[in-house]
């Protein structure tokens, strides 16, 4: 999205270098191409927890350099690393990098949050308590969340994030179909780019599986290891050769294809003067939504098209 110095966005963020967010210690790295660079990343968590006092217990960090993305957990004996994953690479434009789909699932994950003092006397699945919540009356819904944080949980992953707009497939994610269920029994998970198969889209048997259990896809498979690297420019070269990618969604009970816009705000754009009436002749390109961070404009920008006929009958 094109802009100007005018609309560049401002909002409040850390100044400092180090700091907590969501529970996770956040370490701004300049690089983190070498193993040095990596351990010196390292020493600087350290040297920040020891400063702070929170030597004795645990701490998950999160070291992010402009490219590349790595994830830590440092204790007083011990100190795990992972490997270093792509955040930013050539295909940025058209396909999530491993950086980013492995960051999404940390920080979207309860599974590093620290347990509530909440016991229950008998398992109970968490759809039933969806269920329940769908079935109660909005007063006793919200009662049921403020008493129970599992039903807290349960609630506010049922609230669309958009009125009326909710996501019908995740192609981005689950290339092979886009669909989420069925994942945790017959679901694979590629070791690179960490997007999930269902074994049956891509004729895989458990037989066929190594002996570790890994599963590489094709595109993986097939990438030269130099794409997985960034070269300044790159991104809008690759990007002018191929489409972008569509979420489909479902908006008032419509399908739609979610699709990020590029191109200069309508009111930019003399061509449009010409269309003439804009209320009956919607011309290609609209932006629709907008993504603001405190009211301020973050240049992420996206627009909802008709889903073509080759598409749907797939």
Request: hydrophobic share 35%; net charge positive; glycine share 6%.
């Amino acid at each position: 999205m094109p802009v100007s110095h005018s609309s560049i966005p401002r909002w409040n963020f850390p100044t400092e270098e180090i700091y907590y967010f969501h529970e996770f210690l956040i370490i701004l790295h300049p690089h983190l191409d070498t193993t040095q660079r990596l351990h010196m990343a390292l020493a600087r968590a350290k040297a920040s927890l020891q400063l702070s006092g929170r030597t004795t217990q645990n701490t998950n960090c999160i070291i992010i350099s402009p490219q590349q993305i790595a994830f830590a957990e440092l204790s007083q004996q011990t100190t795990s690393c992972s490997e270093v994953f792509p955040l930013l690479a050539d295909h940025s434009a058209s396909r999530c990098c491993a950086g980013f789909r492995i960051l999404a699932q940390v920080l979207s994950s309860s599974y590093w949050k620290k347990p509530h003092k909440e016991t229950w006397g008998f398992p109970l699945p968490p759809e039933i308590i969806s269920e329940i919540l769908h079935h109660s009356e909005p007063r006793d819904t919200v009662s049921f969340a403020q008493s129970s944080f599992l039903a807290k949980e349960c609630y506010y992953a049922s609230v669309p994030q958009i009125g009326d707009v909710s996501v019908a497939k995740l192609e981005i994610s689950i290339p092979c179909c886009g669909n989420r269920t069925g994942l945790e029994k017959l679901g694979l998970q590629c070791t690179r780019c960490f997007s999930w198969y269902h074994r049956n889209c891509i004729a895989l048997e458990t037989s066929s599986l190594p002996a570790t259990g890994s599963y590489t896809c094709a595109t993986c498979y097939k990438e030269v290891p130099h794409v997985r690297l960034y070269h300044p420019g790159e991104i809008n070269t690759l990007d002018g050769r191929s489409r972008r990618r569509a979420c489909v969604i479902k908006i008032d009970g419509t399908t739609k294809a979610l699709r990020v816009r590029t191109s200069t705000p309508a009111h930019l754009r003399p061509e449009l003067r010409r269309v003439g009436d804009l209320i009956h002749k919607y011309p290609k390109g609209l932006i629709d939504f907008t993504i603001r961070v405190n009211g301020e404009f973050s240049g992420l920008a996206y627009g909802l098209d008709d889903i073509e006929l080759e598409n749907i009958s797939q």
